[in-house]
């Protein structure tokens, strides 16, 4: 029998009642499944409990995971404060009006995130609405339309954003459904060619440029976004949804050193419950505030939102933030310690076993979300699905079914049984001869 087959076999007898509940999904939703991370063949695994840096799936096995709510999650699942913060405001939950909660909230964003804190902040239901709030303020802001965005990147469902997601080709994947007149206002360009932008700059029109906070830019490159987008008058968007309060507490603008005009924020300054926001100078964000008749009617955005500052959310991310501010000199280092780890385990295993596999995860000098092996070209196309199926059948649960994304409370213990898993792991896609050892790929 193949390895696959043998790894196959195993994950179908581990995980009966996922089975199960993947033949009820698929008659509800298509695929089966309500995110694109979250599909998994044969069938994704169905959790029903999570607590601190386990879950637990309806057959009963225990996953360290690495999955962490998206990424929203810095402590843990059911961390004591944040499930007491969210008590506490469970018997008003939503009364839809101002609180002092909400102050106190952005007031931690603005003691914490660099580029906020002579700004306003902005709250609203979730990242990938946030981006467009934040782009609409810059075309205001400007006067112009065009908006750059890099390869591959992602900054949520909205169409405008999207259509940069999916490539090679960027721009012609995954498009049918957003119009042309809304294609032609995005300019997609590849990674680290400040050259290439500065030319795109110079033809005109642009609004703005959004960076992914957790790709892999170099810092030169961002410190040139810096420079050309103040002599072009851009506005530079950090799109810190998951870079934000994970990279350092200031994200990745504390991390770079370069402050963008406006941030957008996410997952963890919700604390796991649904957010997003956005922050920036007072100059940007001023289109939201009300004034005399003229600038309200023609002038201001008007902007709603069943869901902003929804108390849940705001309550769970400002304990967060709290907890950050508290215990910054605790939470970094460790966190930057697991990560490190995580990387040196893929990258030592691999290494002793002679494989061409190599680490990838963001940022690249310093992998701290999104780590995860990166197979040589010539490896076997079903070395990813073997790797997702032996993990799993290991007890780790991939984001997405091959990253890591970890949290500052993973243990040693945690980080012992992980290294093991991969090990074994490796060692199936070698003894499967699904990834090509180094000495074969070395030039003769
Ligand atoms: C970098 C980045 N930006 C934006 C988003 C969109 O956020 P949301 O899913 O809250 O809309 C995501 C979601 O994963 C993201 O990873």
Known sequence: MSIIKELEREYIRKHVKSRALY??????????????????????IYMVRADGTRKWDVDGNEYIDYVMGHGALLFGYNDERLREAINNVLSNIHMGSCTELEIEWAEM?????????????????????????????????????????????????????????????????????????????????????????????????????????????????????RELTIEYGVVFLLDEVVSGFRYAPGGAQEYYGVIPDITVLGKIVGGGAPIGAICGSKDLLQYYEFRDEYWNRFVRISLGGTWNAQPLCISAGLETLRIIDRERDRIYPRLYEICDRLTESIRKNAEELGLAVTVAGTPPERPMVFIQPRFDPNADPKASYAYYLSMTNEGICLFDKRRFVPCAKHSNEDLKRTDDAVRKSLEILKDGDLVPTVKSTAPP
């Open 23 to 44: 033949e009820r999904a698929l008659r509800c939703y298509p695929s089966g499944v309500t995110h694109d991370a979250r599909y998994a063949e044969p069938f994704p």
């Open 109 to 225: 964003i603005k003691k914490l995130v660099p580029n906020a804190k002579d700004g306003f902040v902005r709250a609203c239901a979730c990242g990938g609405e946030a981006i467009e709030m934040a782009v609409r303020l810059a075309r205001i802001h400007t006067g112009r339309d065009k908006i750059v965005i890099h390869e591959g990147c992602y900054h949520g469902k909205w169409e405008e954003i999207n259509c940069g997601h999916n490539g090679p080709p960027y721009g012609h994947c995954n498009i049918r459904g957003i119009p042309k007149s809304v294609r032609d206002n995005v300019v997609i360009i590849p990674y680290n060619k400040p050259d290439i932008l500065k030319r795109v700059f110079a033809e005109g029109d642009v609004a703005c440029i959004l960076l992914q906070g957790n790709a892999p830019y170099t810092r030169e490159y961002m410190e040139e976004i």
